[in-house]
């Protein structure tokens, strides 16, 4: 079985900061893809960022060139570096994780950008 753990979520003003970690924990032989999501209130969850194994990074326009996605294998954690923070960037942002060919999903950090 296989754990994320979230954390670096809160509060931050428009145009802020925020990096996110999602450390993965358990019987891992091999991570195949690490993503990041996020549900809105009212809103379906949507991608956010997703890297594979072999380093390729995805974003949707929405985010793109404001956050960036990155894996460390010898930690099993992945990161999202978000910048130039939106208001409507407020959600739950919940880390993925492909292992072994199985899907783990973390339990959600909050990210809320008001000022």
């Known amino acids: 079985q296989v754990q994320l753990v979230e954390s670096g979520g809160g509060l931050v003003q428009p145009g802020g900061s925020l990096r996110l970690s999602c450390a993965a924990s358990?019987?891992?032989?091999?991570?195949?893809?690490m993503g990041w999501y996020r549900q809105a209130p009212g809103k379906q969850r949507e991608l956010v960022a997703v890297?594979?194994?072999?380093?390729?990074?995805n974003y949707p326009d929405s985010v793109k060139g404001r956050f960036t996605i990155s894996g460390d294998n010898a930690k099993n954690t992945v990161y999202l570096q978000m910048s130039s923070l939106k208001p409507e960037d407020t959600a739950v942002y919940y880390c993925?994780?492909?292992?072994?060919?199985?899907?783990?999903w973390g339990q959600g950090t909050q990210v809320t950008v008001s000022s």
């Open positions: 993925r994780m492909i292992v072994s060919g199985t899907d783990y």
């Open positions: 890297i594979t194994s072999g380093g390729n990074a």
């Open positions: 358990g019987s891992i032989f091999s991570i195949n893809l």
